[in-house]
């Protein structure tokens, strides 16, 4: 994924969830992307980026990276840039859609959207 397709993703997350006041991201190498600090410049959002050395100021994406390290990366030897974005693009559904979560009790994804929508839907 290029600068240019996180851009997009961020303009398409803003329009449909409102902008952030605040970013927090790493400041290591992972967070070099020169577009995405325009970004978030030109629309006047915070940036708060985590000490060096200090993963424990931003948990829940260091727990992320290790269920995906151990649950994606770590099972193959990839061959190919393709097969690596296959892999990776087939991982993150099945985390995000169909994976239960605990923070979700126990419900995926998919199953905790369909309820808030039922929810959503007999409170109207």
Known sequence: MTSFDVVRVLDQLVAFHGKPTTIKSDNGP????KKVQEWIENRRI?????????PWQNGHNESFNSVFRDGCLN??????VRETREAT????????????????SGRSPGLFF???EEEQREAA
């Open 46 to 54: 915070n940036a708060r980026f985590i000490d060096p050395g200090s």
């Open 30 to 33: 992972e967070f070099v992307a």
């Open 114 to 116: 369909e309820q808030w």
């Open 89 to 104: 693009e087939a991982w993150l559904y099945e985390y995000n859609v169909e994976r239960p979560h605990g923070s979700l």
């Open 75 to 80: 099972r193959w030897l990839f061959e190919s």
